[in-house]
């Protein structure tokens, strides 16, 4: 019902089959661009070497029929397959431009504006590439004949072609199939009868002990992610690839009513997991709820809104199963069972822990690098602290020290206090 496999969590259990007919153009393209595109603001001798022949692919972009999107049916799967295509063309279209064809605005062209609009809007996403086109729906088996596991699954697109993007995208794999551990134990509580009765509760009890257990298993995921993910390259090489639109060119979708699209792009924080456990526990990130301590003056400077922006980026299934288990109240639960107040304080102390190394690791990737000097092929100019603090935006333009202490912080304020 809420397109949440009960082996694989938000993953599909089989990956997107490519498009076929004349929709293959998109896929054929899709697969020249990863060979003949550098990011526009590259001046390495590769990306040198490839600029006539990355123009003419956006030429070639430029002069496709515009297809209808109506021959696609209405099969979610072709549907996402379509998203995840277009938008993957669309960030190799804009982020390989040069400087120079960005000012003022950003053009996004009939032939590709017009179709990811109208598949967005179908399936009620953004026209933007987000979490679940980089991360859930753009992988392969390695072996067809086995089950979706970390070992049996590469990933397809790879903007910059580097191991740290690849790496980057298998490590939110593993807290996403890490995650399916954790839908399972949260099926259980909230469904279970009779929440109230001693057999109930020591359940529950034991539920709230294995889901301490995922936790910190996936603090640890993410804790050791420099291992296999380099900060510089993700900072420098991979993550422009995902931005959105901006304010110093903003994108034009030519062919399309103007609208006020949701076009920040991919982030991590758009996963349905870590959401998932929010809307489990009832973390107040909206600042709704006055619970004590009350919020500091930085984190009422943090976007209130942020986790629920992030949700418009999710598929649509998801999004109506976290409101479901959101209305599930088990915090209020809870609440009126004091028995059950210690292992739930337990569980939110392990995300809270989890949100402590989260700020650890979002200064060693972003706001340090933030600061640092650019590759040689990105150009030499040192950064200022002022331009650094520009650049450590996570998506939606917010500080991403602020954001994360304000999550952090409202994890904090979830612990029932004793009565």
């Given amino acids: 019902m809420y397109d949440v496999d009960p082996d694989t969590g938000f993953f599909p259990s089989q990956p997107l089959r490519p498009l076929s007919g004349e929709f293959s153009l998109w896929e054929k393209e899709l697969v020249e661009a990863r060979s003949v595109l550098k990011l526009g603001i590259d001046r390495g001798q590769e990306a040198f070497a490839k600029c006539a022949l990355g123009e003419q692919w956006r030429q070639r972009l430029r002069s496709w029929p515009v297809l209808d999107v109506t021959e696609l049916g209405d099969g979610i799967r072709a549907l996402r397959r379509a998203h995840y295509v277009l938008t993957c063309l669309l960030h190799f279209y804009v982020h390989s431009l040069p400087p120079s064809q960005r000012q003022g605005q950003t053009i ?3 032939p590709l504006a017009v179709p990811l609009v109208a598949v967005s809007q179908k399936l009620k996403l953004p026209p933007v590439l987000t979490f679940a086109d980089i991360v859930l729906w753009n992988w392969e088996f390695v072996d067809p004949e086995q089950p979706l596991s970390l070992k049996n699954m590469r990933y397809v697109n790879v903007f910059s072609g580097t191991d740290t993007e690849r790496n980057f995208y298998l490590l939110s794999a593993a807290a996403e199939l890490k995650g399916v551990e954790m839908l399972k134990i949260i099926e259980r509580v909230v469904n279970i009868p009779c929440p109230t009765t001693q057999s109930a509760i020591a359940a529950i009890k034991r539920d709230f002990e294995e889901l301490v257990r995922v936790i910190d298993d996936l603090t640890t995921i993410i804790g050791d992610s420099s291992q296999t993910v ?3 390259t993700f900072y420098w090489a991979a993550r422009p690839w995902w931005n959105g639109s901006n304010g110093a060119a903003p994108w034009v979708f030519e062919g399309v009513p103007p609208s006020s699209f949701d076009l920040g792009g991919a982030s991590a ?16 990130h909206g600042l709704k709820q006055g619970r004590q301590p009350a919020p500091s003056a930085e984190n009422r400077r943090a976007d209130t809104g942020f986790m629920e922006k992030m949700r418009r980026y999710m598929p649509e ?10 209305k599930r109240h088990v915090r209020d639960l809870v609440q009126r069972t004091p028995a059950l107040r210690e292992h739930y304080n337990m569980t939110v102390a392990a995300l809270k822990k989890f949100r402590d190394i989260h700020i650890r690791v979002g200064t060693l990737f972003i706001i340090s690098q933030a600061k640092s000097t650019p590759p040689a092929n990105m150009g030499t100019l040192d950064i200022s602290p002022e331009e650094g603090e520009s650049r450590s935006k996570g998506t939606g333009g917010n500080p991403v020290s602020t954001l994360l202490k304000a999550g952090r912080d409202a994890t904090q304020r979830t612990l029932l206090k004793d009565e």
């Fill in 108 to 110: 996004i062209p009939k």
């Fill in 230 to 232: 380099h900060p510089n």
């Fill in 269 to 284: 924080g758009q996963s349905s997991v870590m959401h998932a456990l929010d809307a489990f526990l009832d973390v107040d």
């Fill in 317 to 326: 299934e998801h999004r109506d199963y976290l409101a479901q288990v959101q």
